[in-house]
C-alpha cells in the first residue's frame, strides 16, 4: 500500500455516465448503477485512507449523446475523477453488444496505467462486463479484485423464461448465457464481493455454480442525508429552506387538496412505478376494506406520471385502470389521492416531510422488494415505514427497527400495520426517532466507504504476498513487471537460444544483472507444452513472455497466464476446416504431429527438394478460395499457415503497443523464416551467424544486424551492437 493512501480503480463500463447532471432514467442502461457508482466514487474520495478514486467508463464520440460522454477526464472531486477508455469503436450501443470488446477494454487500460505510472491498490468492477474487466486487471497486477453484481443474469433468465420468452430468443436479445458464464468465473475471481442486501446474496447470487467459493459482504448504499433531511428542520429553521422545497410544498397541497375532503388528517404514502409487482392494488384494498382506518388517515398513491392510460404500455395500463377502478369500487372519493403527475426528484423529499408533519406512513405493499431505496430515504426524512416481508425491507427494519413487515397478499395485516402505527404516538415517534438515526448510522454512504474500507484493507492484508511480491522484494504479478520494464529481448529458442550452452549460461546471466529494467520473452514455433519441456531440459528459467506456436499465442509470466485478447484479436476471419480441406489435396504437403496443431496454427511438412515453386502452389489453392491466413515457411522444411493477423512479428508489435514499450527498445533475435517479420522493422534485429537461408533476404535492412557469432553467443554480440544494455532510462 502506498504511504499517503489507496488507489481504487472502479469500472462501470456501459450506460451514459457523468459527473454533471447525470442523465439517469434516460435509457435503460444509465439508472440506478450510474447514480450508485458516481456517489460511490465521490464518497470513497472523501475517505482520509483513500488517495484517489478512478471511475473508468467506455467513452462514446457519437452525435446522438452529449460531447460530455467524450472527454477523457472529468474531475468528480478533488480526488476522484472519470477516466473514459475508447473501446469497441465511438458509437453508443446498449450494454448487451459490448461483451465482445472487454478484451480490449483491458488492454487499453494497460496503456492507461502505464502512462498514469501507477498501479491501483484494488480493481473493483460494477455488473459483470466491468467485472469481467476488473478481474482480468486484477489478475494481471496480482491486486484484489472487488464485484458488485447490480443485478445478475440468471436471475433474469429465469424471470424472462417464466415470462413466456423462449431461450432462444433472450439469447439472441441479452446474450444472457454468456454474460452468466462471465458471472459464474467472477464469482469466483472475486476476492470480495459487495452486495446491498442478504436477499441478493440468497436470490441472485445464490443461483450460480460458484456462489459458496465467493465472500460476501453487505454494504447497503448510502443516501444522499443533505436532500433527505428530517421533517422537523423544517419547523425548526434548522435547515434554511431553499425557495424551490417552498414551491414544491405548496404544489403537492395544493394537488392533495384536490382529492381529500378532511386534509387535516394523516395520511399514508405510498410512491412507485405503476407496475403489476408493485402491488399497489393491494394497498387500496386493504384500505377500501378498513372503514375505521379511512376515518383515521387519508391515502395518497404517487405511482408515476400518467397523461393519457389508454395509451400506456399493458402493464402499467392494467395497474393504472385498476387503481380508478378500486378507488370507486370502495368509493374511496374524498381520501384517495392518486396525483397524474410529480417531477421526483424536487418533490419526493418534501412530499416524505409532508406525509411525516401530518403523522404519517409510508407503506411500500410490493411482492416482492429487492432493495427498498424509497423506504430508507423515506426513514432518512423521519416517516414511519411499512414494508414487504420479502427482500431488502427486512434488513432496514433490522438495521433501524423503524417499522414493521406485513405479508404483501395480506390486506388485514396491511391496514392493522397502518392502524398500529397511527393511533399510538408513542410508537410513531419511536419509529420516526430510529429510522432518521438509523439511516444516518447504517445507510450514508460515509458508513458505506467505512464498512468498505474496512474490507478492503483486510482483503488486502489476506492476499497471498507472493503473489504481490516475490522475496526479493520485487513484484512478481507480471503486470508490475512489464509495466515497469524499460527494454525487452525477444529471441527465438531452437536454433538462437539454444545450441550453444556456455553462451546459453553467459546470456542468462547478463539478463539477471538487468532484470529491474530488461524484460524477457522467447518467440518459438514451439506449443507452449514443447517450450517448457525445452526450458525444463536446459534449465532454463522461466521468461516473463512466451509468444509460442509461432506468435499465434502470448503466456505471460511463470504461470503462464494467456493473453485472452490476443486471442480475440486472432479470431478475426480466421477459417481452419477450410483450409485443412483446400491444403489436403495438395500431395506434397504432409501435415505435421498433433500436438503441432493449434487452435491458430495449421503446421505442415513440405518438400521442395525438387520444386522450389511449391510455395507459389500452396498461395495460389488458399487464394483462389479467398481465404486470409499468413504463410510461414521455415528451417527448409516446415510450413505454418495462421491467421492473416498473426506472426511471430504481429505478436512483438502487439506487446510493443499493449505495454507501451518502443520498438526501438525491443532486441528481437531469430535464425529462421518464422522469425523473419520480427526482424524487420523498427524493432533492433538480430540474425545468428548459423541462420537458414530463408532469412538472407534481409540483408542490408537498416536495423536487421548479421552476426558471425552462432546461437546465443550471436545474442550477445547483438547486445553489444546495439549497446542494448547501455543508457537504460
Ligand atoms: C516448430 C513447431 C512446428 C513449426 C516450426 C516452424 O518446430 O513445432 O510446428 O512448423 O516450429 O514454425
Ligand atoms: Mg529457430
Known amino acids: 500500500m502506498a504511504s499517503s493512501g489507496l488507489y481504487i480503480q472502479m469500472f462501470s463500463i456501459h450506460g451514459l455516465v457523468r459527473g454533471e447532471s447525470p442523465e439517469l432514467g434516460r435509457d435503460a442502461d444509465t439508472g440506478g448503477q450510474v447514480k450508485y457508482v458516481l456517489e460511490l466514487a465521490r464518497a470513497l474520495g472523501e475517505h482520509p485512507d483513500v488517495e484517489k478514486v478512478d471511475l473508468v467508463t467506455r467513452l462514446i464520440a457519437d452525435k446522438t449523446v452529449s460531447k460530455d460522454y467524450a472527454k477523457i477526464i472529468e474531475p468528480l472531486s478533488d480526488n476522484a475523477r472519470i477516466v473514459r477508455i475508447q473501446c469497441g469503436g465511438r458509437k453508443y450501443i446498449r450494454k448487451e453488444l459490448l461483451w465482445q470488446h472487454m478484451d ?424 507452449l507444452s514443447m517450450t517448457l519441456d525445452a526450458l525444463e531440459e536446459h534449465d532454463i528459467p522461466s521468461p516473463d513472455i512466451i509468444l509460442s506456436s509461432v506468435g499465434t499465442e502470448i503466456y505471460y509470466g511463470p504461470s503462464h497466464r494467456p493473453d485472452r485478447e490476443w486471442l480475440q484479436h486472432l479470431a478475426y476471419q480466421w477459417k481452419p476446416d477450410m483450409i485443412k480441406d483446400v491444403l489436403s489435396e495438395l500431395t506434397f504437403l504432409e501435415l505435421q504431429e498433433e500436438e503441432t496443431q493449434r487452435r491458430f496454427k495449421i503446421s505442415y511438412y513440405i518438400d521442395m527438394r525438387n520444386d522450389p515453386e511449391l510455395l507459389t502452389v500452396v498461395h495460389k489453392a488458399l487464394q483462389d478460395k479467398k481465404i486470409k491466413y499468413n504463410l510461414v515457411f521455415s528451417n527448409g522444411q516446415f510450413l505454418d499457415i495462421l491467421p492473416f493477423r498473426s506472426s511471430k512479428g504481429k505478436a512483438v508489435r502487439y506487446l510493443s503497443y499493449k505495454w507501451e514499450l518502443p520498438l526501438l527498445n525491443i532486441l528481437v533475435c531469430g535464425d529462421s523464416g518464422n522469425d523473419e517479420d520480427m526482424l524487420r522493422g523498427n524493432t533492433c534485429g538480430l540474425v545468428v551467424g548459423n541462420y537458414s537461408e530463408e532469412l538472407e533476404s534481409l540483408r542490408g535492412l537498416r536495423r536487421t544486424f548479421f552476426t558471425e557469432s552462432e546461437y546465443a553467443a550471436g545474442v550477445i554480440d547483438g547486445i553489444r551492437h546495439y549497446r542494448f544494455l547501455e543508457n537504460i532510462q
Open 104 to 527: 480490449e477494454f483491458v488492454d487499453r487500460m494497460l496503456r492507461f496505467i502505464k502512462t498514469e505510472g501507477r498501479v491501483p491498490d484494488v480493481f473493483h468492477g460494477h455488473y459483470a462486463d466491468a467485472g469481467y474487466v476488473a478481474a482480468g486487471l486484477a489478475s494481471i497486477f496480482g491486486m484484489p479484485f472487488v464485484f458488485t453484481g447490480h443485478s445478475m443474469g440468471r436471475h433474469k433468465k429465469n424471470k424472462l423464461l417464466s415470462e413466456g420468452h423462449s431461450e432462444e430468443e433472450i439469447n439472441r436479445r441479452y446474450h444472457i448465457d454468456h454474460r452468466i458464464d462471465v458471472e459464474e468465473s467472477v464469482i469466483k475471481e472475486a476476492e470480495q464481493i459487495v452486495t446491498s442486501t442478504r436477499h441478493e446474496i440468497n436470490k441472485q447470487y445464490g443461483l450460480y455454480e460458484n456462489f459458496s467459493t465467493a465472500s460476501y459482504e453487505i454494504i447497503p448504499p448510502g443516501i444522499d442525508i443533505d436532500t433527505f433531511y428530517p421533517y422537523y428542520d423544517t419547523q425548526l429553521d434548522f435547515h434554511i429552506e431553499d425557495e424551490s422545497s417552498k414551491q414544491a410544498r405548496v404544489a403537492l397541497m395544493n394537488e392533495l387538496h384536490r382529492f381529500w375532503v378532511g386534509p387535516q388528517k394523516p395520511f399514508i404514502l405510498a410512491l412507485c412505478r405503476p407496475d403489476q409487482r408493485k402491488n399497489i392494488s393491494g394497498l387500496i384494498t386493504a384500505y377500501g376494506e378498513d372503514k375505521n382506518l379511512q376515518a383515521i388517515a387519508n391515502l395518497a398513491i404517487f405511482a408515476g406520471i400518467r397523461k393519457n392510460i389508454t395509451v400506456m404500455g399493458e402493464n402499467e395500463r392494467n395497474v393504472l385502470t385498476e387503481m380508478l377502478l378500486l378507488m370507486d369500487r370502495y368509493d374511496l372519493y374524498g381520501k384517495l389521492a392518486i396525483p397524474k403527475k410529480h417531477d421526483f426528484s424536487f418533490e419526493v423529499p418534501e412530499l416524505y416531510r409532508m406525509c411525516a408533519d401530518s403523522g404519517g406512513v409510508f407503506v411500500n405493499p410490493a411482492l416482492v422488494e429487492p432493495f427498498g431505496l424509497t423506504l430508507i430515504e423515506a426513514a432518512s426524512c423521519g416517516l414511519p415505514i411499512i414494508a414487504t416481508n420479502d427482500g431488502g425491507p427486512a434488513d432496514i427494519i433490522a438495521n433501524c427497527e423503524n417499522g414493521l413487515l406485513i405479508d404483501p397478499t395480506d390486506t388485514n395485516e396491511i391496514a392493522s400495520a397502518c392502524r398500529a402505527i397511527l393511533v399510538d404516538a408513542e410508537k410513531w415517534e419511536y419509529f420516526s426517532r430510529n429510522g432518521i438515526n438509523g439511516v444516518r448510522k447504517h445507510y450514508a454512504w460515509e458508513s458505506h466507504c467505512e464498512d468498505y474500507m474496512r474490507k478492503v484493507l483486510e482483503v488486502q492484508k489476506e492476499m497471498p504476498a507472493s503473489d504481490v511480491m516475490s522475496t526479493s522484494g520485487r513484484p512478481k504479478a507480471i503486470g508490475h513487471r512489464m509495466t515497469r520494464i524499460k527494454k525487452l529481448l525477444i529471441t527465438d529458442v531452437d536454433d538462437t537460444l539454444l545450441g550453444d550452452d556456455p553462451a546459453l549460461r553467459k546470456l542468462l546471466g547478463l539478463l539477471e544483472a538487468n532484470r529491474e529494467d530488461v524484460g524477457w520473452g522467447i518467440a518459438t514455433g514451439r506449443c
